[in-house]
């Protein structure tokens, strides 16, 4: 029978103090649940000084923001404390600390990141990290090529696949990125403003064609293990400092899905921007926003190729010109799937506060319908981007 | 402790007779050991008429052709068993039959196909199946369609994906076909007068970037259940009659694969007909081998388009265009993976007896030449070479 129960603040108190690796876990006295998120219980626990000292994680058997009637799998957790021992094995200064992990009773302790910030709610209020993008793109660098075919023995690989397959949860993003904003899809909401130009998505052919690829690709290509939830809202940044956190839809997949959503979240700030602070303080950010956008692919492909040249170890793919044509590919993809990523924020079932932060209504309409658009574009016109300034350019068209 | 044992002719008899689901068992008497292959034994079991009824396959510990030196998983036999089971269910007409497996022992009874031939023997001697071809393409279409996304359910087809990892037999393939014959190894061997031409190969830039991207598309492209070694040695014909066996290489790769390995074999007999038959003979033989590979090709687009059209159930993927649109993507694949097989079974550790079977040496140097030429174009100028009729005309440009 499974060990599995749904911790209370004192569970969560009682379990800190044995996994926190705390010199003296008797300090830790309370716990208050913070989750925000959609799937889990979230404690921060206490020290008799009220400081938060660790995070207790716990994955509930349901979709949280649902309710008990969307079942999911608790080995979502396994998943998780898994995919960030690999990542934080492979990039420790930018992956949050797992302490302690139990499959069966689907809870992870991990390191206590009250220092830091969300990075989506500091890009909502306006407030600017200048070396978190560069950062980003370290932490994607490292943690993709490590686990893809230049680096990882081809056997290993194959086993790892199994080990991340994550059936459950790459369904919701199946559903949620490539199929639902493009069909009358029960799981949408979006402002009755926004119908017109929904029900145009729902007729484009070129859209779909483009997006069809875009989701077979997710289905089939198992290219390194990815994050595979790597939004604005899984990254806690400070000072100088970032940390990816959540996890749970790790799996080995297209390496274009994790750096187009990066590309995405920051483009759904840009987007916002102009509705969530005043007209000088928007300009800026939204340029520095490109600005971000630059840096955080300049450095991964610049970072990745370093790391392909150096240690590369299959000898097929480390022929000259081979990680640079393959990058290509991988900026294709990032650019597509960072357009799926700005309509099904604006359209889909989950939404960001970049837009729905924003209080008056028709701003807020406007901010979704430069989100749609440039998501269309960047999605139809993928293969015709040939590169970063390209990007630029067409961004700045659209407005 | 497992109960593997290597199986004698006698256990091979009493095998059958156990699980040959044959009406009168002890009809069975005899057995004789027939495996010419690399990888395994193979009894013919014979009843009191001397009439071969089933076979028995099991695998052996080693590659057999090499030796006790290159030990390889028997873990081959359940995946071989596996992907004939499925393959069978999805196009029972072209898969040999299984009567029973057992990973434990390694070993399976299959369907007794004695009144069938080798096809690559029979492309050899010059005989030609005008059905083959036509059916060769009906099971590649049938069943890569079936378990590719357009069909399978993407949380099945993860769980089906981890069944076939099959990593020690990827691994053959893997540096088999796109890692030894680009550079000095041991495994490799070929004539001396081919020297010349190997050492080309070795530092032609352009291909070996070429051959870069197909392994790495081998390594993570997992498109389909794909046979894995369907070479015209691991296909039996009659009259009307195709049956695919030996398929231990099953895995989940990039649907291209197996119709390049198709088409490659194809040219491998065209590359060698003007050494095994007569002036006149190999010329018409020529001509049919590329009116194989033509309907080989063509049957199988339009069987996957049929299926595509009719039975996708993936909603996304349904969008008109993409079939079509994936099938170039998986045409482009074929050419390039058929020129790998044309390079590596000329100077890589596998050959055949379209090349070796030709006996005048400068004949066979001269055949063996052509077939280095033509893979070498194919791997290069796949992505240029759009269509089926565009193949043929390069080829016979190639001469």
Not at 216 to 234: M, N, P, Q, R, V
Request: proline share 3%.
């Amino acid at each position: 029978m499974s060990r599995y129960r749904t911790f209370t603040a004192a569970d969560a108190v009682e379990y800190a103090r044995q996994h926190g690796q705390l010199a003296e876990p008797q300090e830790l006295v309370s716990a208050d649940e913070i989750g925000d998120g959609n799937l889990n219980l979230v404690f921060k626990v206490r020290d008799r000084a009220g400081v938060s000292r660790v995070i207790v994680k716990q994955a509930l058997p349901y979709v949280r923001c649902v309710g008990e009637s969307w079942p999911l799998t608790l080995d979502r957790a396994r998943i998780e404390a898994e995919t960030l021992l690999v990542h934080g094995a492979l990039c420790p200064r930018h992956t949050v600390q797992v302490l302690h992990h139990d499959s069966e009773l689907a809870v992870m302790v991990q390191e206590d990141l009250s220092d830091h910030h969300i990075w989506r709610s500091e890009l909502v209020k306006g407030r600017y990290y200048p070396l978190a993008a560069g950062q980003l793109a370290e932490y994607l660098a490292k943690t993709l090529f490590h686990t893809s075919d230049f680096y990882q023995a081809a056997q290993e690989k194959k086993a790892e696949v199994s080990r991340f397959a994550n059936p459950e949860l790459c369904q919701i993003t199946e559903d949620l990125f490539f199929t639902d904003p493009y069909i009358d899809h029960e799981r949408n909401h979006f402002d009755e403003a926004l119908l017109p130009q929904v029900r145009e998505l729902r007729t484009d052919a070129a859209l779909k064609l483009a997006v069809a690829e875009l989701k077979h690709h997710f289905l089939s290509k198992a290219e390194a293990l990815l994050h595979g939830d790597i939004h604005s809202g899984s990254i806690f940044v400070a000072e100088g400092k970032l940390k990816a956190i959540d996890a749970e839809f790790g799996f080995y997949g297209p390496i274009g899905f994790d750096i187009g959503t990066a590309l995405g979240n920051l483009l759904l700030n840009y987007c916002g921007l102009p509705g969530l602070v005043g007209l000088r303080e928007a300009a800026a950010g939204r340029e520095q926003r490109l600005q971000d956008i630059r840096e955080l692919w300049l450095i991964f492909a610049d970072r990745f190729l370093m790391l392909c040249h150096q240690h590369t170890r299959d000898a097929a793919l480390a022929v000259p010109g081979y990680a640079e044509q393959f990058l290509q590919h991988v900026w294709q993809d990032a650019v597509g799937y960072a357009g799926t990523e700005l309509v099904r924020r604006t359209i889909g079932l989950a939404h960001v506060a970049d837009l729905e932060g924003i209080s008056d209504p028709e701003m807020r309409a406007e901010c979704q319908r430069s989100a749609l658009s440039l998501g269309r574009m960047l999605i139809v016109n993928a293969a015709q981007i040939e590169h970063i300034d390209a990007l630029l350019v067409r961004i700045r068209q659209q407005g």
